[in-house]
């Protein structure tokens, strides 16, 4: 179960590292499958790529002209584990603790570095808040969990971010170059493990470079969302939520991920010890400490309408580290 100060740090800061959260089986079986994915996407290579995109991998073209696998989406699709793993009471505890309300996984997606890829993710806010339009951040917190499969160096290009600045709607990081956002406004590099994982809020800017190692490095990603949040910020987007909608999610898919849990064996959100519960209104994290609905209405007004212009602009310095 997440600390008081776990939970603070992630309001905070935007992002939360979770050391050490998957092991054992589960995390052997992930890497596994993930990496059939990662193969599977890999030999759509040279003119074959618009074979691997209809298997909804993405290749994105080099430098050097040539193209290069960097993405799956569809993983619950793929096999029971990335389902069984999403519904991982532990991670669905700790979830429920920072959203304070009841939320589904939407959707979910893999991101792959390849050895020596030149595939950098520019530095970017993730949707609604990519579009300037997006000028204020719903105070339903709005994150993505990323499951790291293998280690996550700066080498091998692993993500950065830039802390505090999640509250404040759109940032105009454009105007900026990509040398500018990871050197001169408080960007950390956030280096993880197999088996770590991260709360990224879909509003924080982020970023990162290529890989220049001979080493893979690979996340699973799954976006989980409050009824608010998919109502709001994706007006009840059918490809955000698989084409169920929330309720369809929470009395179907979520269940049915479950099976696909038991059926290895593992124990899921019955066990009381993680006092978390699903109705039609999502999964629902029943004890203490946990977030109060809507906390980020609160964090927000608790700024002065110069402290948001300023983090819109980039222009306002405070010392933050992801991982303190
Ligand atoms: O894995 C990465 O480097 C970043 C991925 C990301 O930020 C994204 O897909 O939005």
Redesign the pocket.
């Given at each position: 179960m997440l600390a008081q100060t776990d939970i603070d740090r992630f309001h905070r800061d935007g992002f939360l590292v979770l050391r050490g959260f998957f092991s054992g089986d589960e995390l052997r079986m992930l890497q596994e499958e993930a990496t059939k994915v990662e193969q599977e996407g890999i030999s759509f290579q040279a003119d074959q790529v618009d074979a691997g995109r209809k298997k909804h991998h993405s290749y994105r073209q080099q430098e050097d002209k040539s193209f290069r696998y960097f993405?799956s989406e569809e993983m619950w699709q793929r096999h029971p584990i990335f389902q069984a793993v999403t519904v991982n009471p532990k991670l669905l505890q700790s979830i429920g603790q920072c959203v304070g309300e009841g939320f589904v996984p939407a959707n979910d997606?893999f991101?792959c570095?390849t050895p020596h890829s030149d595939v950098p993710?520019h530095w970017?806010q993730?949707p609604p808040y990519s579009n300037p339009k997006s000028s204020e951040t719903l105070g339903v917190p709005n994150f993505?969990v990323?499951i790291y499969l293998q280690p996550s160096t700066i080498e091998n290009?692993?993500?950065w971010g830039i802390p505090a600045h999640h509250l404040v709607g759109h940032v105009d990081i454009a105007r900026f170059s990509e040398e500018e956002l990871f050197n001169n406004f408080g960007a950390v590099p956030i280096e993880m493990e197999p088996g770590d994982v991260l709360f990224?809020c879909l509003s924080a800017p982020?970023?990162?470079v290529g890989n220049t190692t001979a080493d893979t490095r690979s996340?699973f990603?799954v976006h989980y969302m409050a009824r608010d949040v998919a109502k709001v910020s994706y007006k009840d987007a059918d490809w955000i939520l698989q084409g169920k909608g929330f309720v369809g999610m929470a009395t179907e898919a979520v269940p049915e991920m479950m099976e696909h849990r038991r059926s290895f064996g593992w124990d899921g959100i019955e066990n009381p010890d993680y006092q978390i519960s699903l109705a039609p209104e999502g999964i629902q994290f029943n004890g203490r400490p946990c977030s109060p609905p809507r906390h980020w209405d609160t964090l927000i007004q608790q700024m002065s309408p110069e402290e948001i212009e300023q983090k819109q602009n980039l222009a306002f310095t405070a010392a933050a580290a992801i991982d303190d």
């Amino acid at each position: 179960m997440l600390a008081q100060t776990d939970i603070d740090r992630f309001h905070r800061d935007g992002f939360l590292v979770l050391r050490g959260f998957f092991s054992g089986d589960e995390l052997r079986m992930l890497q596994e499958e993930a990496t059939k994915v990662e193969q599977e996407g890999i030999s759509f290579q040279a003119d074959q790529v618009d074979a691997g995109r209809k298997k909804h991998h993405s290749y994105r073209q080099q430098e050097d002209k040539s193209f290069r696998y960097f993405r799956s989406e569809e993983m619950w699709q793929r096999h029971p584990i990335f389902q069984a793993v999403t519904v991982n009471p532990k991670l669905l505890q700790s979830i429920g603790q920072c959203v304070g309300e009841g939320f589904v996984p939407a959707n979910d997606s893999f991101v792959c570095k390849t050895p020596h890829s030149d595939v950098p993710i520019h530095w970017h806010q993730d949707p609604p808040y990519s579009n300037p339009k997006s000028s204020e951040t719903l105070g339903v917190p709005n994150f993505d969990v990323d499951i790291y499969l293998q280690p996550s160096t700066i080498e091998n290009g692993c993500g950065w971010g830039i802390p505090a600045h999640h509250l404040v709607g759109h940032v105009d990081i454009a105007r900026f170059s990509e040398e500018e956002l990871f050197n001169n406004f408080g960007a950390v590099p956030i280096e993880m493990e197999p088996g770590d994982v991260l709360f990224h809020c879909l509003s924080a800017p982020h970023g990162s470079v290529g890989n220049t190692t001979a080493d893979t490095r690979s996340i699973f990603y799954v976006h989980y969302m409050a009824r608010d949040v998919a109502k709001v910020s994706y007006k009840d987007a059918d490809w955000i939520l698989q084409g169920k909608g929330f309720v369809g999610m929470a009395t179907e898919a979520v269940p049915e991920m479950m099976e696909h849990r038991r059926s290895f064996g593992w124990d899921g959100i019955e066990n009381p010890d993680y006092q978390i519960s699903l109705a039609p209104e999502g999964i629902q994290f029943n004890g203490r400490p946990c977030s109060p609905p809507r906390h980020w209405d609160t964090l927000i007004q608790q700024m002065s309408p110069e402290e948001i212009e300023q983090k819109q602009n980039l222009a306002f310095t405070a010392a933050a580290a992801i991982d303190d």
